[in-house]
Every structure is written in C-alpha cells, then in structure tokens.
C-alpha cells in the first residue's frame, strides 16, 4: 500500500500496540483488540509507514522517543522489515474525556447507529469545544508533521471527521481518503447534531470517503445535501462550500488466511470437553447497547423453554469484553446482562449443565479462533452494526461446515445471505432459527458454508484495502483538476 511517491499515514483513534507493566516492572508491547487493529495491522506490517494514534497503555510513553514515536511490534526478535512507525499522541484527562467518552461516544455514536435518546445533547457544545475540535486539530497537526509529498493519509472513523478538513488547509495537494467504520443513519437522526454541517464540511475535503454499505453511502449523500452541498448521484459525489469529495461502498473483510491457516492443535476438542453437551453456540461480542447482547440471551432462553428435550443438549458461550466502563450506560447493560445470566442458570441449569457461560474478558486471537472451531454455530444478533466482523472470522476460522445465525441488521447481512438471516428483536424468531440450525440436513449446511466460505474469502482484507486505495487515486486525479482553493479569508483555516 507503499505508493511508488511516499509513504502511508494511517490516522485513527485506537493504537495497534501499546505498553503495559510485566510483572517486573518492565514495559511489555501487547497488540490491542479491536477491529480496526484487525483490519489494518497486517497491512502496516507488510508495508511499512506511520500510524498516528492515542497512547494509552500505562507504559507507552516510557518506550517512545520525546516526539512519541517508537517502531512496532517491538516483541523480541521481531525482524526490522516487519516492523513501522508508530507516533503516539497524548492528551490531557479532561480534553480526552470529553472528546472520546463525550463527543464520540455520547453523542456520534448513538446518534449514528439510530439510537438518538441515548445521545446527550445537552453537553454537545461542550464536548465539541473542550474536546472534539482541539483533538482533531492534534491529529492534524500530526499528520501535517509527518507528511512528505507524495505521501497517502488514510484516517479513520468518526473521531476524526474534521481532520480531513484541517490538514487539507494545509497541504492542498494531499492525497486524503477517510473510512468510515459505523452506519451512516438518515438525516432524521443525523440532523439532530447540532455541528452536522462542520462534520460534512470536514469529510468534504477527503477526495474519498469510504463506508461499509451503498445504503450508508446513499444517506451520506442525502445528508449533505440536506445542508446545502451540490450532489452528483450518478457519480456519488458531492460538493460542500469550496470542497468536494467522492462517497463510495467498500464492505470490510477479514484476514482469511491468518483465520483459516491458524494452527490451534487440540484447543478445539477440549473446549468441547469443558462444556459437556453436544452442541455449542458461540457469541462474541465487544460490550455495547447496538450488540443485542440482553436480546439475545432472552432468544436463548425462549428456545430452551419451547423446546425442553434439549437442555443439556445446548450451551451458549457469550464472551464480552466490556468496553467504554465509565459510561452510565454501559454500566446498566451490564448489570442487566449479569441479572439475566444468573437468573437464567439458577432455573435452567443442573449440577453438570451451565445452559449459558458467560465471560467478561477477551482472549488472544489464536484462542478465539479454537472457540470459533468448537462451535457449532455462531450467533452474531447485533441490533445495528456498520459491518460486524465477528461474523466474517467465524466462517474464515472453519474449514469444517458449521451455521452462521446473522442478524439482519448487521453491514454482513448483506454479503452473508446464506446464513439464517434474523430479527434480533424477535426473540420466537431468533429461538426458531436456533432450532433450525441444529437440525439443519448435512448437505443444506454444507452448501451454505462453501458459499459463505467462497464470499469471506474472496471479499477479504487485501481485497478492501486495494479497492479503496485504488479508488483513492483515481478521486484524487479527479479532484486535483477540479477543487476550488479556499478563500484567504477562510475563519476555519488552519489548526492552530
């Protein structure tokens, strides 16, 4: 991803790496979990270039020179070749806080995945002032820092919608793409931001603005032109003010061969062991209120309800890294989904059947790929979801036919039919699709999966990642021979 010009910025809020404290005191370099980690991390390593980030591991900045930048991964015995530049940023507790639990997370991603009564509006100017803009302007003044001609800026999602903006007042000529990682909702929950026309004018300056979804690229361009932009629909394009950018779809995969080629030797057959029944259900979930976690478990307890010759047959394994603790509503999900799960065992359960094991911790990707081995069917029911690669790594890890039950709101739906399509608000659908895959003719399965499996692999990382940079190119060629140049007299201009 190395142009033949310069090297590749990437731009987001989530670092691949951080530090953490050994138990002798010694700084230690973990890979952090995360999607966009997943996405982006082995095409950093194969090529080389700069990722821009928040430091926040306890050591990060005891390893990092005094401009915040160091080489990753720096795990022992790691070749140079394999390894690129990471430069942390650092803020202040206040700004961050309300920059990433404020801004981002209180008001953008409610309001982006149609949740908007959870959004807290009331704050918004102030999480904007003392946190959204000054961080963005950090993170452009970053990249504006690092750039050299030639260079390609790739950012990433909704924490940094003005930074496109910001570094293009700058470097005019800057090759600019943004992706961005949630939905994109209809302007009857986007235009109630009351900064709506500064985020657009922001993502207006990238030549090439990238979402998961067509649906997602259409109510983009909807959106915009709600507040005035000039819209080419044929070409999806449109123009805010003096600045114009290309809105395109590029559906995210995953890493197939790292998922199906992982050796996790005899994991598979003892997980199956701890559990004691004869068919598992694997969900895995970050902890959030757009993952359907507490309907899920409701689903589960109908079908083991309607359908008592099979307890002891069933168990469902939920594991849920919880995400975002200091916000007040992840706090009451999570005593829900804690209630739910108790209540639910001392029913239903016996001396030697957990109907649900519940885990609130992550594991290492190679031990989440035995789970997704062990299982026999994967129950992915988010509420709303931009793509939903949980989805994608359980059909990449097995080669052996399993069934996928895929919520019909989540961005894989749409790559993904083959997999039992359901409602995750109707529980008496989702028990039914339960029961469906567990009886489901050997030969229906395994067509399913060999469809399912042909898709993930062939619309995969590097597939995604050459599609939008090749787009990339081909918007920047366009927009260099058609931009406007801002005025002098332009009060946004710069980043100071």
């Known amino acids: 991803m190395n142009s033949a010009e310069g090297k590749f910025i990437v731009v987001s809020n989530a670092e691949p790496y951080k530090h953490e404290k050994e138990e002798d005191g010694e700084p230690v370099c973990k890979e952090v979990e995360g999607g966009l980690t997943t996405a982006m991390n082995p095409q950093m390593k194969d090529t080389g270039g700069t990722w821009i980030a928040f430091g926040r591991g306890e050591k990060d900045f005891e390893v990092t020179d005094p401009d915040g930048i160091i080489k990753v991964p720096d795990f022992p015995g790691m070749p140079e070749e394999d390894q690129y530049t990471l430069k942390r940023l650092n803020f202040s507790d206040s700004q961050y ?40 302007k950090e993170y452009a003044r970053a990249v504006i820092q690092a750039y050299e001609p030639g260079d390609t800026v790739w950012i990433h999602d909704y924490h940094l919608a003005l930074v496109p903006r910001l570094i293009r007042n700058e470097l005019p000529e800057a090759k600019i793409g943004l992706f961005w990682h949630i939905p994109w909702p209809p302007w009857e929950s986007f235009g109630k931001i009351p900064h709506r026309e500064e985020i657009l004018k922001g993502l207006a300056a990238a030549d090439l603005v990238g979402l998961h979804l067509e649906e997602y690229a259409r109510n983009l361009l909807s959106c915009a032109e709600k507040v005035g932009a000039e819209l080419d629909y044929s070409s999806e394009r449109f123009q805010l003010e003096s600045e114009e950018t290309q ?22 057959a003892n997980i199956r062991d701890k559990y004691n029944c004869e068919s598992l259900i694997l969900g895995v979930d970050r902890q959030d209120y757009t993952k359907g976690i507490p309907e899920r478990l409701r689903a589960f307890k ?11 047959e069933v168990a469902l394994i939920q594991r849920t890294p919880p995400s975002r603790t200091g916000i007040k509503e992840y ?35 190679r031990d989440l790929i035995a789970e997704y081995r062990a299982a026999d069917i994967g129950l992915v029911t988010p509420g709303l979801d931009g793509m939903n690669l949980v ?9 052996k036919p399993k069934v996928l039950i895929l919520s019909e709101f989540a961005g894989s739906s749409r790559q993904l039919e083959e997999a039992l399509l359901v409602n995750p608000y109707d ?23 060999r469809r399912l499996r042909r898709k993930v692999r062939t619309e995969d990382l590097p597939t995604w990642a050459e599609d939008f940079l090749a787009d990339l190119e081909d918007a920047r060629q366009l927009h260099s021979m058609t931009r406007f140049t801002f005025p002098e007299s332009e009060p946004e201009r710069g980043v100071s």
């Open 391 to 399: 989805a994608k790594e359980f059909v990449a890890a097995n080669e």
């Open 97 to 136: 806080r309300n920059f990433y639990r404020g801004y981002a997370n209180r008001i953008l991603w409610p309001i982006f995945h149609s949740f908007p009564t959870k959004a807290d509006l009331r704050k918004e100017y102030t999480y904007w002032k003392e946190g959204y803009l000054p961080t963005n």
């Open 302 to 312: 109908k079908f083991i309800k309607d359908n008592p010759e099979l307890r002891k």
């Open 247 to 268: 809105v395109g779809a590029y559906p995210l995969g995953v890493d197939y061969r790292f998922f199906n080629g992982t050796d996790t030797g005899d994991e598979e």
């Open 427 to 449: 529980p008496a659908q989702v028990a039914e699709a339960i029961k469906e895959a567990l009886e489901m003719p050997e030969e229906e399965k395994q067509e399913r999966w």
């Open 331 to 365: 706090q009451v999900e999570k005593s829900e989904i804690n209630k739910q799960v108790s209540e639910f065992n001392g029913k239903f359960g016996t001396h030697d059947w957990t109907p649900i094991q519940l885990f609130w911790k992550g594991v290492p990707q």
